[in-house]
């Protein structure tokens, strides 16, 4: 076989791990490799910014479950990527990103647009590379993908030198990856699984809490089997929502400090959590002491690191959720001492009580027939798409407001930075979704201060005719900050006024795309209906009450049974 | 509680950055650092001392697992390990010390490596114990420079019946 270039072999392997899609930026150092793309089936979608770059392939890679891959140019290129590299890491979601780097010769040289990337981001990757012989750049780039979708997945970063890929090399062949020193942990020990099974055997007021974990593990279905053989009720994480189908009996929805009461008051009273890939992130434990005091702890999660982190986990199982689940599933067809409807009379009283909790306080807000209430858009929002649209959300009050109203009963349906927070996010996530489902109707929920930080892609999305709706929850605030300054600073709103704002509508003409207003509630639906109907990128104004609050609440730091309700 | 842990690792490019930024990221302490090559050059061995509870030192340890580039960890057990540390010390050795200060050195096995008019260099090594209990002795007299490896460990070998 005849020697090949090194970004004709970057991509070559792209094409042998399936990658069809990418987004990037282009620059001095990776000139060759996007030539190199050129002649391949690969399309790159050229965002506006690499921040754009790296969230695209997120929310690519969070709705198809496929690896999202990213290039960016040396320098500024790679340092702009580091937000979209870190929101991932928090949220778990395979990611390889390739950057480009000077001449090896010149590297600490303080070269043009030379920065130590792998240096900048070795807290805020699963691993990094810096590729530094031609004939490792194949097996390295292997590696990045095997080690970002396996185990507990994450960003993989890989620093490719511009004088290597210009480097000729011999394709190697494909071999088996074997990394001695990362064996991942799947299967669930036995002991550990009769264990979890006995223990909740003799829960009677059990609680199922559900994190991202089942849903990167595709395990949606086994959690409910499990859910609904044993009628445990369940609660989700910011990041599990659509773990388990919202609009189903046993879901008490989310958990934590913006948490329904029935999933704060359950997990307080719950005398056994079963955590499923989730990580006792403060937003859901609240005061640590407090949460879920009465409660034994069974925690499943593929992450050794996640277990006893923050809370006592009295029966940890170290799998990946899948196959944890199954195990369990199977444990109780096994058992003869074990029969359902006995079950179901037993948690009874149990889930008789949560719905006393619900029916006595539900996610509820005040409603007002000529004042927008955001909360309002999002429920007509889901009951305009059948509750079947990939929602994306920027970072704020939006989010909160999209997680509560939008009941989710799917899994891959909701992309949201959960870990890092990232404002900005849900715009360019949406692109990476559009891309990977064109056919799909995919709704950013923004608000009117997060949409401005990364409006440059509404460009890109026009480029490849990705027909995202934007609806922007517009109250002229950096709503949630507004919130916390209205509650715990005496209202003294610092910064958090937005007095100047794009008209939206005209931005949305200014890009190509259609832009809809609605300023009184009976112009909400009209909009929506009108947005859902165009093959075209939307941008929907809604001007909302301007000091709505998210509720319920739990203030920072207290017990998650200390909430602020409506 | 102090604690001490090995770990093997790839011999890598910024294999010791991934450990270092470990520590500092997630505000764990590090009382003391060793690192060098194994019998495989491909491989390093790290000792690493750090203080904290039983919680802490369990995070740091499944922490350091979490690395790609980290082979093994072993919290070395307190009750059956060898530990030693060498330091060089420079010691005023003036008219009325000098024989002092070689009696010292004697006591504790070390050995006199460089010598000049008023000061002896000294190599010692040891527990950490022994090695403050010479600093204690010698400070009096004056310790002009130390320079300390930091602790390395051993297991011991498991008996045999």
């Known amino acids: ?566 | 509680m102090k604690h001490t842990i090995s770990v093997l690792l790839q011999n890598k490019p910024g294999v010791l950055s991934r450990v270092t930024g470990l520590f500092s990221g997630r505000g764990f302490n590090i009382e003391s650092l060793c690192v060098a090559e194994t019998l495989d050059p491909k491989i390093s061995c790290l000792t690493v001392v750090s203080r904290g509870e039983d919680s802490i030192i369990e995070q740091i340890t499944k922490q350091l697992n979490k690395l790609i580039d980290v082979i093994k960890v072993t919290e070395i057990n307190d009750k059956d390990y060898v530990e030693r540390e060498m330091v060089l010390l420079r010691v005023k050795a003036e008219a009325h010390t000098r024989a002092e200060v070689l009696r010292v050195v004697d006591i504790f096995r070390g050995k006199v490596v460089d010598v000049s008019a008023k000061s002896y260099a000294i190599e010692l090594t040891g527990s950490a114990s022994k090695i403050q209990a010479v600093i204690d002795i010698l400070r009096p007299i004056g310790i002009k420079e130390i320079i300390r490896t930091g602790i390395i460990a051993m297991s011991r070998a498991t008996k045999t019946k």
């Open chain 1, 1 to 566: 076989m005849g020697k090949i270039t090194g970004s004709q072999a970057i991509v070559r392997c792209l094409q042998e791990e399936g990658v069809k899609t990418i987004f990037g930026y282009p620059g001095g150092a990776v000139l060759d490799l996007f030539d190199a793309l050129m002649d391949s089936d690969i399309t790159n979608v050229l965002v506006r910014h690499e921040q754009g770059a790296v969230h695209a392939a997120d929310g690519f890679a969070r709705v198809s479950g496929e690896v999202g891959v990213a290039l960016l140019t040396s320098g500024p290129g790679a340092t702009n990527g580091v937000t979209g590299i870190a929101t991932a890491h928090m949220d778990s979601i395979p990611l390889v990103i390739l950057t480009g780097q000077v001449p090896r010769p010149l590297i600490g040289n303080d070269a043009f647009q030379e920065v130590d990337i792998v240096g900048i981001t070795r807290p805020c990757t699963k691993h990094n590379y810096l590729v530094s012989n031609v004939e490792d750049l194949v097996a390295t780039l292997r590696e990045a993908f095997h080690i970002a979708r396996t185990g507990r997945p994450g960003p993989v970063l890989v620093d490719l030198p511009k004088d290597l890929v210009a480097t000729k090399l011999t394709y190697p062949e494909k071999t088996p990856i074997h990394i001695s020193s990362y064996q991942p942990t799947y299967n669930p020990h036995p002991v550990q699984i009769e264990k979890a099974c006995r223990r909740i055997m003799k829960a009677t007021q059990p609680v199922l809490y559900v994190g991202g974990g089942v849903i990167l593990s595709n395990s949606s279905k086994e959690l409910t089997e499990l859910a609904e053989k044993l009628s445990i009720p369940v609660t989700m994480t910011l990041m599990g929502l659509g773990a388990y189908p919202g609009s189903q009996k046993l879901s008490m929805g989310m958990l934590g400090m913006h948490g329904t009461y029935t999933a704060n008051m359950a997990v307080a009273e719950s005398d056994l959590l079963i955590a499923v890939g989730a990580r006792f992130d403060d937003r859901v434990t609240g005061k640590l002491a407090d949460f879920a005091s009465k409660a034994d702890i069974i925690h499943i999660d593929i992450d050794p690191t996640s277990i006893s982190k923050n809370v006592r986990v009295d029966i940890p199982i170290v799998a990946d959720c899948k196959n944890a689940l199954t195990a369990i599933n199977k444990w109780f067809d096994a058992e003869s001492d074990f029969q359902p409807m006995e079950q179901a009379e037993r948690l009874k009283p149990w889930l008789a009580l949560t719905r006393e909790w619900t029916e006595k306080h539900p996610l509820a807000y005040k409603e007002n027939n000529t004042i927008i209430k955001p909360q309002y858009v999002i429920e007509t929002l889901h009951r305009l798409t059948g509750g079947k649209a990939i929602i994306t959300t920027e970072v704020g009050q939006n989010q909160m407001w999209a997680a509560q109203f939008y009941t989710f009963d799917y899994p891959r349906h909701f992309v949201t930075s959960g870990g890092l927070g990232t404002m900005g996010f849900g715009l360019p996530a949406a692109i990476g979704a559009q891309m990977a489902f064109p056919d799909r109707t995919v709704i950013d929920i923004a608000g009117d201060g997060s949409i401005q930080m990364n409006i440059q892609e509404l460009a890109t999305a026009k480029q490849y005719s990705c027909p995202v709706k934007i609806a922007i929850l517009n109250n002229g605030y950096l709503g949630m900050v507004r919130q916390w300054q209205e509650l715990f600073y005496n209202k003294r709103y610092a910064s958090t006024t937005m007095d100047v704002v794009p008209d939206f509508v005209e931005l949305a003409r200014a890009y190509g795309a259609v832009g809809l207003r609605a300023t009184t509630k009976s112009e909400v639906e009209p909009v929506i209906r009108e947005a859902l109907q165009t093959n075209n990128l939307v941008i929907m104004d809604f001007k909302i009450e301007r000091e709505e609050g998210v509720y319920p609440m739990v203030p920072a730091g207290k017990a998650t049974t200390e909430m602020l309700l409506v």
